[in-house]
């Protein structure tokens, strides 16, 4: 899940910050973070899985105003529901 933060404070400014009103209106965000977090997908933390492995992924972007365009390199999926529905399409 991608998602902002607008913070009154600067990046890496620690302590609680407020919501900044003004650099949500300009788009402007102190952090663009994946699963709630700073690096939650770097270092150690990262995703792995070895060759035959079978793995499920949920993509979301809660936004609210820039979009994370999902797209994977060099991979074929199984199947793929459309859209988190009853609809599958295979081979994808």
Do not use: C, K
Not at 13 to 42: C, I
Not at 69 to 80: L, P, T
């Amino acid at each position: 899940m991608q998602g902002e933060a607008y913070t009154a404070g600067e990046y890496g400014q620690p302590g609680h910050q407020p919501f900044d009103m003004r650099r949500a209106l300009a788009e402007d965000p102190t952090y663009v973070v994946f699963n709630g977090s700073v690096g939650s997908l770097m270092s150690a933390a990262a995703m792995t899985a070895e060759t035959g492995d079978v793995v499920r992924l949920f993509v979301g972007n809660g936004g609210p105003n820039f979009v994370s365009s999902f797209h994977v390199i060099g991979e074929i999926f199984d199947r793929v529901w459309h859209q988190g529905g009853a609809m599958v399409n295979q081979n994808v």
